[in-house]
């Protein structure tokens, strides 16, 4: 184990926590809003992923992929609040097995339009490479990832702490009702909110899509991971799921390296020990 | 109402058992499949329907005790009544381990955590490919034989998981009619007032939740005989989402109402996926119209309307 062994595989797992971090920073807000637990949140990565390709091949702009897929797909995410969660306020179950129906719909409906076979996004030419440092190698992409998840970050805490929507969104999340009663348009928040997770997963798919690929079955590949952050992190809490994306894309990472046969496990394992100590996760406060 | 619950079971059993000569092979593995996951729902009414508590990991026990006897048949070459105990016994531990961790959690966290503890079973299933065959699965698992009766023909093997499936539902029936069954009740309607009361709630939930694992280990342990095959998609979140919808659709609570959930699912999937390969896509539409249509069930739709 020499110490470029150990720097390549730091950086690995911090590429891709701050992958994880886009597909969970929405779920957690989602979650802090509405109290949903969204396991259609894996297929907004994939959808993302499948119409990012799509304006990728059609258009070949990288960033034009992105962009269509976070909004085509934070159409889709309005759409499921607006005409079938908002319905289920409080009904835990009711809410699993709506998402989970959409969740197997979009599986379905994206093997139906892009077949079986995976495919990788195309990037630009000045994201691929290595940047050299000392003995150590970096992909050029992955750093490209790191910017974008902290770009991500900084304008969601920004917006989050200093502007009156995000007020009004951190007061739904402390206490819906009253926040309703002192005037703030909770369920057009909801919409907002929830149009804003699904965006930034789909965001995560497109760029995902880059390194990992689009296949079927990404979907539900993912959600595991985004719902471990959440849970290590704190439901509905900013900095939990920057912590939770790192501590998970670096448990993962060192976990498939080390242990390949118990990979999973050393995931999962830590993620309960953290339990058992803080049931609400490092950050949670409900 | 107890009498005619145990009334009604006993007919339904009947039925299915006389149902048996008269069916050809195909519709006779189909019903057995049908009677072997409907173990699995009505595990999860118990821990669902009854204390309230929303599994999502499910499928871990039932995996579980599919694997073992995947593991003890093919490379041990055990005998059905030890390869039963060892899986039962496993998933048993499996969820005395894992209801320590999730019993402290609610609501949503419950689900979460069960989530991705079910998560675990299946990444061990997926990655220990030493002793799992990882993604191939463990396949030529033979069919058992009990007492020198050798259960391989389609219609002994019905016959014998129907009396596994009756046995299962008798004993859960008896829990949840028993003071403790009662109990769980009691943490369904509100857990403070039971807390008030005296009782020990956490003990209440916990022990509920390890015999739900019981007999969702039982079930596995059975559907790897069914199936001769198992692969890590028999423990994988979808499968545990599957059993909640049955107990959904069905009415949670009532024991039998899941049975049929699991009935009607299993029939749907076999048939459906005969005429089209657009199953998934049917499949989410049912969970939505369940929800939008049913939110109590078929059980509970049927009940209101006889009030």
């Given at each position: 184990m020499s110490a470029e062994f150990w720097i390549a595989q730091s950086f690995n797992g911090l590429s891709y926590g701050a992958l994880l971090f886009l597909l969970a920073s929405g779920l957690s807000l989602i979650f802090g809003v509405m109290r949903i637990v969204n396991l259609a949140h894996g297929s907004y990565f994939m959808l993302g992923g499948y119409v990012g390709l799509t304006v990728a091949l059609r258009t070949n702009s990288f960033a034009l992929a992105c962009l269509a897929g976070a909004v085509a797909i934070g159409l889709v995410g309005m759409g499921m609040e607006r005409f079938?969660?908002?319905?289920?306020?409080?009904e835990v179950l009711g809410q699993v097995l709506m998402t989970i129906g959409f969740a197997l719909i979009f599986q379905d409906l994206a093997l139906l339009i892009w077949g079986g076979d995976p495919y990788t996004v195309p990037i630009p030419k000045m994201l691929t490479g290595t940047v050299r440092v000392g003995g150590a190698v970096f992909p050029i992409f992955r750093i490209f990832i790191v910017a974008v998840a902290v770009v991500v970050g900084l304008a969601l805490w920004l917006a989050m702490d200093r502007t009156r929507v995000g007020a009004m969104i951190r007061a739904a999340v402390d206490d819906a009702e009253m926040a309703q009663g002192v005037g703030i348009n909770v369920p057009r928040v909801s919409l907002m909110v929830f149009a804003l997770g699904a965006g930034l997963a789909a965001l995560g798919g497109v760029i995902g899509g880059g390194f990992l690929g689009v296949y079927p079955g990404a979907d539900f590949e993912v959600l595991p991971y985004a719902f471990v952050v959440v849970i290590v992190g704190g439901l509905g809490s900013l900095p939990g799921a920057v912590a939770g994306s790192l501590l998970v894309g670096l448990l993962d990472n060192f976990g498939k390296a080390l242990f390949p046969e118990l990979s999973y496990f050393t995931l999962f394992a830590p993620m309960a020990i953290i339990l058992a100590i803080r049931p609400t996760g490092l950050f949670g406060r409900i | 109402m107890i009498r005619r619950r145990a009334l009604l079971a006993a007919v339904v059993i009947a039925a299915l058992a006389l149902a048996g000569p008269w069916l050809s092979a195909y519709p006779l593995t189909v019903l057995t499949q049908a009677v072997i996951v409907a173990i699995l729902a009505m595990s999860l009414d118990v821990l669902l329907?009854?204390?309230?508590l929303a599994s999502l990991g499910q499928a871990a026990y039932f995996g579980v005790g599919a694997y073992v006897v995947a593991i003890l048949t093919t490379e041990?070459?055990?005998g059905l009544l030890a390869c039963l105990a060892a899986g039962v016994a496993l998933a048993t531990v499996t969820a005395a381990v894992f209801g320590l961790l999730a019993i402290r959690a609610t609501g949503t966290y419950f689900l979460m955590i069960t989530l991705a503890l079910g998560m675990v079973i299946w990444g061990l299933a997926y990655r220990w490919v030493s002793l799992t065959k990882g993604d191939n699965g463990i396949a030529g698992i033979p069919r058992p034989t009990l007492l020198g009766i050798?259960?391989?023909?389609?219609l002994p093997f019905y016959y014998f998981c129907l009396a596994c499936a009756a046995l299962a539902w008798v004993l859960m029936g008896l829990l949840v009619i028993s003071p403790f069954g009662l109990g769980m009740r009691g943490i369904r309607g509100s857990e403070g007032r039971m807390q008030a009361l005296g009782y020990n709630v956490w003990l209440h939930k916990y022990t509920a939740f390890v015999l739900s694992g019981v007999f969702g280990g039982f079930s596995g342990t059975l559907w790897a005989y069914y199936n001769g095959f198992v692969s890590p998609n028999d423990v994988q979140l979808v499968t545990s989402v599957e059993t909640l919808l049955m107990v959904a659709l069905g009415g949670s609570g009532t024991l039998i109402g899941p049975a049929l959930g699991a009935g009607i699912i299993v029939f749907l999937k076999n048939f459906v996926s005969v005429y089209t390969k657009r199953w998934l896509l049917i499949l989410g539409g049912v969970y939505i119209g369940v929800i939008l249509f049913a939110p109590s069930g078929l059980v509970g739709a049927l009940r209101g309307r006889r009030r």
């Open positions: 079938f969660l908002r319905r289920l306020r409080g | 329907g009854y204390t309230g041990h070459q055990m050798e259960l391989i023909a389609p």
